[in-house]
């Protein structure tokens, strides 16, 4: 059982590309999420879907769009890579309730030169 | 809004030592909370979780009891062992605004042999 996958695992992009963040889950999950990881900062919400179709903004979602046209994908697109986007990026799913956890994909590190 | 505040790391300990790593939080309706480890390259796992107020979530060893009188989700262990080194995250989730896990910065715990 995959559970969350991401890919790429590492990646380095020079400013002004853009590439997209791959993110699937196979436990029928509705719910996913995008946070970024900075030292000292902990977790930071980019973007969240409670569903497929339906997509809204997290703490911190300038300079990414997203997604979900199927249950089982949320990709994370950078539109135009700046060095303040360098970090590790992870994808999360859940089921409904507030009473269940999280379950996270291994991590992508990308760093913007 | 939702925050957490966790204790600056890192934590360093010997082996045996026992652990404790504060957390508390502010929440806008009734939130669930979690305990996330990080091991060294890796994504987060949830390492326990309590649902409602006077609950004890527990897993290998560690333990941390949803204090609402004090908004507290305080991490402990026994006696901790080289291999318990890792990030703990602090988080919580609620059924309002994104219903996305908020978390702490992360302690970071070291255990020396």
């Known amino acids: 059982n995959a559970g969350v996958t991401q890919t790429p695992k590492f990646q380095v992009l020079k400013t002004g590309q853009s590439m997209t963040l791959q993110c699937a889950q196979d436990m029928n999950h509705e719910y996913m999420s995008w946070y970024r990881q900075d030292p000292g900062m902990g977790l930071r919400l980019i973007h969240y879907?409670?569903?497929?179709?339906?997509?809204d903004q997290g703490e911190v979602p300038n300079g990414y769009n997203v997604s979900r046209s199927t249950t089982e994908d949320f990709p994370l697109r950078l539109l135009s890579a700046a060095p303040s986007q360098t970090s590790v990026y992870f994808c999360?799913?859940?089921?409904?309730?507030?009473?269940?956890?999280?379950?996270f994909g291994q991590g992508t590190r990308l760093t913007v030169v | 809004g939702n925050s957490v505040t966790q204790m600056e790391g890192p934590v360093t300990l010997s082996e045996e030592a026992f652990l404790t790593i504060n957390c508390t939080y502010t929440a806008t309706g009734y939130p669930s909370l979690f305990w996330y480890v990080q091991y060294p390259g890796e994504g987060l796992q949830l390492l326990l979780k309590?649902?409602?107020?006077?609950d004890k979530g527990s897993n290998k060893g560690f333990e941390a009891t949803y204090r609402k009188e004090t908004t507290s989700f305080h991490l402990e262990k026994g006696s901790v062992q080289v291999s318990d080194s890792a990030v703990y995250f602090c988080?919580?989730?609620?059924?309002?605004?994104?219903?996305?896990?908020?978390f702490g910065s992360g302690t970071r715990l070291q255990v020396q042999p």
């Open positions: 309590a649902t409602k107020a006077d």
């Open positions: 879907s409670v569903g497929a179709g339906i997509t």
């Open positions: 988080a919580l989730r609620t059924y309002m605004g994104r219903r996305a896990l908020t």
């Open positions: 999360a799913s859940s089921s409904g309730p507030r009473t269940t956890e999280a379950f």
